[in-house]
Every structure is written in C-alpha cells, then in structure tokens.
C-alpha cells in the first residue's frame, strides 16, 4: 500500500484529540476502522506512531515529528480543496460553533435562521456554554466569548464590543422612580451577575466621567437572559447590551436608566485554531460580523 493523504490525515486528527472514540465521532467513521488505517499507515512507515492504552493516547517521538508537519499539509489540502469547492457551489459542511447562552438567546436566533437560509448546505452544530475549549485538540471550527481572552496559542479575532447599559421595566420605574444620578443607583434593586464584590461595584462612564458605585439587591444570578426577563418582570434594574444589533425582543420592552451612562465596552472575540480558514468558517464570520454592524 501507499500512505495516502487520507490516511495522513486520519493520524492528524487522532494526534490532536489523543483519543480515538472522539476522533472517530469527528470524522463520522466507526472507532475499529479508524484503529486499523492507522495501524497500516505505521507499518507502511515502518515505526510506531502512537502510543495506545486502554485510557488515551500518547505521540511517540516520531509520531510528535510527523504530526508536526503533517498537520500543516492536511490543512493547506482541506483549504485548497474547499476554495475549489467553492468556486464550483456554495459552502458546504458542518460548522461548529460554541458561543456563551446568554449571547445566543439574546443576540443570535435572527442570525442562526437567516445564515442557514442563506448556506443550506452549511449544516450548523452550536455548542452553547462558556467551558473552556482546546481549540488544538476538540473539533471546533470558532469559538466566541465575551472579554479579553488569555494566551493559549489560537488565533483570536475581535469582531467588535458590547456596550452595556442600564435598563429596568417601565412598572419597575413608576414604582421606585427614574434615578437621575448614578448614585441614586444605591438606592434600587440592581440585578447582579453575583453578589460578589467585583458584580457589586457598577463603574459607568459618561465622556470624561467615572462613577464608582456600590448596589446591592435582592436576586442575583449567573446568566444574562434570565437576568434581562428578571428585570421585564419588574424585580429591578439590569446591566445589558445597548448595541442596537446586540439586543433581544424581550429588551426592547425595557427602558433605559440613566443613558448617558454605560459600563466599559468588553470586546467580542472569535477563536480560531488556525489562520487557514475554511470557507465554511469564513462565511460566518462575515455573515456575522455584518449583521453585529447593522
């Protein structure tokens, strides 16, 4: 037999996620044949890629050599592939994404239905949750998060800032009043991400100016959309979005407090495991972008 570029490119993707169950669920072949071709593709070799067990797998030094530059080639094959691809037909293939809850209840389902009426061919995993993920080892095509990112060895990429805003239920407000200063902040039910210290003092700005003040209140709870129908239900006043793309159906029925004030901005981000971007991937990215800018 020849060492095909398939085969090159089974190895790869066993070398990344060190495990062949999940390996074998991304490339959507059954865990026993994947075993094998890369049983043949060390004998064809003529040394020993992997180091199996019963409970993961481990490169050997010579699996580390050729996964090093083997990964690069698969990738620059795929690429050039999916551009050929393209040019004949639309974007095709599953794309996966992972994205906060909060984001993709507020923000997205307009966006999700017109990108998949828009690529039909493009079928679309979103993995909803703020976990940390491996880009270089799980099967994700981009992930977004909210705030600055550490260092972790991926490409990032800001597609713009969220700015926050005050706003609470009209009943709310004709029940305990407009506040008129940020002070006056002190004084109201704030709904808080937790009652930790650094969700309980709210710095807002407006042009020059900071206010730093210290709010308290009866709910807090670690997820924004919750929060955001908490407020429509008239238990308080709520940090949220004020990009116009950014907000939901259910926040829009909410009314700004204090509007001449508003948090930091925190960047959107989108990581990448490489700057080789499928078409796939590159879509989306536009796709979305462009809609945040709307």
Same mark, same amino acid.
């Given at each position: 037999?020849?060492?095909?570029?398939? !085969?090159?490119?089974? #190895?790869?993707?066993?070398?990344?996620?060190?495990? $062949?169950?999940?390996?074998?669920?991304?490339?959507?072949?059954?865990?026993?044949?994947?075993? =094998?071709?890369?049983?043949?593709?060390?004998?064809?070799?003529?040394?020993?890629?992997?180091?199996?067990?019963?409970?993961?797998?481990?490169?050997?030094?010579?699996?580390?050599?050729? $996964?090093?530059?083997?990964?690069?080639?698969?990738?620059?094959?795929?690429?050039?592939?999916?551009?050929? !691809?393209?040019?004949?037909? =639309?974007?095709?293939?599953?794309?996966?994404?992972?994205?906060?809850?909060?984001?993709?209840?507020?923000?997205?389902?307009?966006?999700?239905?017109? $990108?998949?009426?828009?690529?039909?061919?493009?079928?679309?995993?979103? &993995?909803?949750?703020?976990?940390?993920? !491996?880009?270089? *080892?799980?099967?994700?095509?981009?992930?977004?998060?909210?705030?600055?990112? +550490?260092?972790?060895?991926?490409?990032s990429r800001q597609m713009g800032s969220v700015k926050l805003g005050l706003y609470a239920a009209p009943?709310?407000?004709?029940?305990?009043?407009?506040?008129?200063? +940020?002070?006056?902040?002190?004084?109201?039910?704030?709904? =808080?991400?937790?009652?930790?210290?650094?969700?309980?003092?709210?710095?807002?700005?407006?042009?020059?100016?900071?206010?730093?003040? *210290?709010?308290?209140?009866?709910?807090?709870?670690?997820?924004?959309?919750?929060?955001?129908?908490?407020?429509?239900?008239?238990? /308080?006043?709520?940090?949220?979005?004020?990009?116009?793309?950014?907000? /939901?159906?259910?926040?829009?029925?909410?009314?700004?407090?204090?509007? &001449?004030?508003? #948090? !930091?901005?925190?960047?959107?981000?989108?990581?990448?495991?490489?700057?080789?971007?499928?078409?796939?991937?590159?879509? $989306?990215?536009? #796709?979305?972008?462009?809609?945040?800018?709307a």
């Amino acid at each position: 037999m020849n060492a095909s570029l398939d !085969d090159i490119a089974l #190895f790869v993707e066993v070398a990344k996620s060190r495990n $062949f169950t999940r390996a074998a669920e991304s490339l959507n072949m059954p865990a026993s044949t994947l075993s =094998r071709r890369i049983s043949a593709l060390e004998r064809y070799i003529g040394v020993r890629l992997l180091n199996r067990s019963t409970r993961k797998v481990d490169l050997t030094e010579a699996g580390a050599v050729y $996964f090093e530059r083997c990964q690069h080639v698969i990738a620059e094959a795929r690429i050039a592939h999916e551009e050929l !691809d393209e040019m004949a037909q =639309r974007p095709k293939g599953r794309l996966r994404v992972s994205m906060p809850v909060s984001f993709a209840l507020l923000s997205m389902p307009l966006i999700m239905r017109d $990108f998949a009426e828009r690529y039909p061919e493009i079928e679309c995993e979103y &993995d909803l949750g703020i976990k940390h993920i !491996d880009l270089l *080892a799980e099967p994700y095509d981009i992930v977004i998060r909210i705030g600055r990112q +550490p260092d972790s060895g991926v490409i990032s990429r800001q597609m713009g800032s969220v700015k926050l805003g005050l706003y609470a239920a009209p009943a709310y407000l004709a029940r305990k009043g407009m506040p008129a200063l +940020p002070s006056d902040l002190a004084k109201h039910e704030c709904l =808080r991400a937790s009652t930790a210290r650094e969700d309980s003092v709210w710095e807002l700005r407006s042009g020059s100016r900071v206010e730093k003040i *210290a709010v308290r209140g009866r709910m807090a709870m670690n997820n924004v959309a919750v929060l955001m129908h908490m407020a429509g239900l008239g238990m /308080g006043i709520v940090p949220l979005a004020s990009n116009t793309a950014l907000q /939901g159906a259910a926040e829009e029925a909410l009314q700004r407090v204090l509007p &001449d004030w508003e #948090f !930091d901005p925190f960047p959107l981000m989108a990581l990448f495991p490489s700057r080789l971007m499928p078409a796939k991937t590159r879509v $989306f990215l536009e #796709f979305l972008m462009a809609r945040l800018d709307a």
